[in-house]
C-alpha cells in the first residue's frame, strides 16, 4: 500500500509530544515559565551546584626544582613552576592536594576562587602555604593556609559510588582556574595494576593536566575523590580519568592532619592469588582465597601462626577472594589491631588471631636525601648530600671519609660554569674539611663577592681542586 508523503494522524501526534518534552515548541505556544521547564531547571540545579562546591576549590601554584631527563644518564635538575588543584576540607584553612602536585616544590602558594572575594577580599591573590605532610603511596599531600572561615567540603563515601552515576571534576586544567566539567562514574572501583593496592573511580569527566588535586563531586555537591591521573596517549583528556575514592583520602587526610605522616599495617605475609594452576599443583581445595608463599620470621604473621601453603579464606568474616583484598585490608589497618582470619591448611581450616604491626618508614636522614629544598647549594649550583652511613654504601671505596657528594647540577644557576659533576665528593673548602651539608653551606656563605674559593674535590677516586672566584 502506497503512503503519502503528510505523516498520518498518529505519527504527528508523536512528534508533537516529543518536541514538548524536548521544548522544541516557540516559547510563546507555552504559557509555562521558562524556569519551570525540566532541562532548565535541571540547569539551575547544576549552576547552584557549580557556585557552591567552586568556592571550595582553589589553584595550588609551585615553584622548585624537577630532575631533568637527559640521554647521557646525569642527574640535572631545573627550576621548575607548576599548577594543580585542591580542595578546602577544613575552614581553618587545610587543602588537601596531590603529593606529585607538590613535589620538589621550593615554594607553595594557593589562589582562592573568586567566589569568595566577599569573605575574604583575596580571590586571585596568592597566599603561601604549607606543606603538613605528603603520602606518596596514594599520591596526596596536606597544605595549609594561615585563613579561616573557609568554605569546606564534605566528603561522601566512596564506597556507595556506582557506575553511570554523574560526577563533576573541579580545579585548573591546564591552569584555567575555577573549571568545572561533567560526566560519569565509567567504573567505581579500577585497579591499575594486579599488584597494587590503589583502587580509583574512574570516569569519563574531562580532567587534563591541571585537575590534579582537584574533587571529583557527586550531584549532591560531596568529595566522591580527588582527581590525580589520567589515561592519554596524546597528553590531553581522553575520557578516561580517575580519582583517588573519597574513603581512602578521608583517612590519609586525618592521619597527614594529625602527625603529618601515614602510618600503615603489616602482617610481614607474602600472597598469591590462587589460580588453576596453583590449586591442581598443590592440591588445594579451596577455590577461592589468597595462598602464603612467604612468612616473614619473626614478624606479625609468623607469631600468629601462618605458614607457607596456607590459604587464607576470611578476615573478619569476610570472605576473601583474592591477595589484594586481604593486604588492602592490613594496609590500612593500625598498628596493634587485631583481626580474626581463617586459613585452609590441608583440608583443616584453622582460626587465626594476627596483631598488626607497623610498616617501616623512611628515617629522616632517607627523607633528607630525597629533599630537593634542603640539597640546594645556591653558592655551587648544585645539589648534594652530606656522606652518611645511609650514603656511603652507595659510593664504594673513597679516600676520605668525610664530604658532600653532588648529586645534581642546577641548569639555570648563575654559578653552572663552576666546574662540579654528578658524583664529584667536597672534602674541603679552602683548606677546612667539611663534615656535613651545614658545613659546607655556613663556610660558602662566609665569602664575599670577589672572594678566592678552593674546593678540595674527589673524582673518580682522584683528589684535584677546583677554584673560582666568589660572585
Not at 59 to 65: E, L, M, R
Not at 180 to 206: H, N
Not at 222 to 231: A, D, F, Q, S, W
Not at 445 to 459: C, I, M, P, T
Amino acid at each position: 500500500m502506497r503512503r503519502s508523503g503528510w505523516l498520518h494522524q498518529a505519527e504527528w501526534s508523536l512528534v508533537w509530544v516529543l518536541l514538548l518534552a524536548s521544548g522544541g515548541i516557540c516559547r510563546a505556544q507555552d504559557a509555562r515559565s521558562p524556569a519551570a521547564h525540566p532541562i532548565e531547571a535541571l540547569s539551575g540545579d547544576f549552576e547552584r551546584l557549580a557556585e557552591t562546591v567552586g568556592k571550595s576549590v582553589v589553584q595550588v601554584n609551585i615553584s622548585g626544582y624537577t630532575v631533568v631527563p637527559d640521554a647521557r644518564d646525569s642527574a640535572f635538575v631545573s627550576r621548575e613552576q607548576g599548577t594543580g588543584s585542591g580542595v578546602i576540607l577544613s575552614s581553618d584553612g587545610f587543602i588537601i592536594t596531590n603529593a606529585h602536585v607538590v613535589h620538589g616544590a621550593e615554594r607553595v602558594t594557593v589562589v582562592l576562587p573568586p567566589a569568595l572575594v566577599g569573605n575574604t577580599g583575596e580571590a586571585g591573590a596568592s597566599i603561601p602555604a604549607k606543606v603538613i605532610g605528603v603520602d606518596p603511596e596514594t599520591d596526596l599531600a596536606l597544605v595549609r593556609i594561615p585563613r579561616t572561615g573557609l568554605p569546606a567540603l564534605e566528603f561522601a563515601n566512596s564506597s556507595l559510588v556506582r557506575q553511570g552515576q554523574i560526577a563533576l571534576a573541579f580545579g585548573s586544567p591546564m591552569g584555567l582556574a575555577n573549571t568545572v566539567t561533567m560526566g560519569v562514574v565509567s567504573s567505581p572501583a579500577r585497579q591499575l595494576s594486579a599488584d597494587g593496592f590503589m583502587q580509583y573511580i574512574q570516569t569519563d569527566t574531562p580532567i587534563n593536566p591541571g585537575n590534579s588535586g582537584g574533587p571529583l563531586v557527586s550531584a549532591d555537591g560531596r568529595v566522591i575523590g580527588i582527581n590525580t591521573l589520567i589515561y592519554s596517549q596524546s597528553g590531553g583528556n581522553e575520557g578516561i580519568g580517575f580519582a583517588i575514592p573519597s574513603n581512602l583520602v578521608r583517612d590519609v587526610y586525618h592521619q597527614l592532619r594529625t602527625s603529618g605522616h601515614v602510618r600503615r599495617g603489616l602482617l610481614g605475609v607474602l600472597l598469591q592469588n590462587l589460580d588453576a594452576t596453583l590449586r591442581k599443583g598443590l592440591s588445594i581445595q579451596a577455590r577461592r582465597g589468597a595462598l602464603v608463599s612467604d612468612v616473614v620470621p619473626g614478624g606479625p604473621a609468623a607469631k600468629a601462626g601462618f605458614q607457607i601453603g596456607d590459604v587464607v579464606t576470611s578476615l573478619d568474616g569476610v570472605t576473601i577472594r583474592n591477595a589484594r583484598q586481604f593486604e588492602l585490608a592490613i594496609f590500612r589497618s593500625a598498628k596493634g589491631s587485631r583481626h580474626r582470619i581463617e586459613v585452609l591448611r590441608g583440608t583443616d581450616s584453622i582460626p587465626l588471631s594476627a596483631e598488626v604491626g607497623e610498616r617501616e618508614t623512611p628515617s629522616d636522614r632517607l627523607s633528607e636525601i630525597s629533599d630537593l629544598r634542603k640539597q640546594l647549594i645556591p653558592p655551587l649550583g648544585v645539589l648534594g648530600v652530606a656522606i652518611t652511613k645511609d650514603v656511603a654504601p652507595l659510593l664504594g671505596p673513597i679516600r676520605l671519609p668525610n664530604g658532600v657528594v653532588v648529586t645534581a647540577k642546577v641548569l639555570d644557576s648563575t654559578a653552572a660554569a663552576i666546574d662540579l659533576v654528578p658524583g664529584d665528593i667536597i672534602h674541603a673548602v679552602n683548606g677546612l674539611d667539611i663534615a656535613d651539608l651545614e658545613t659546607l653551606k655556613t663556610q660558602l656563605a662566609s665569602f664575599h663577592s670577589g672572594d678566592a674559593v678552593v674546593l678540595q674535590v674527589e673524582r673518580d677516586g682522584q683528589l684535584t681542586f677546583v677554584a673560582f672566584t666568589q660572585n
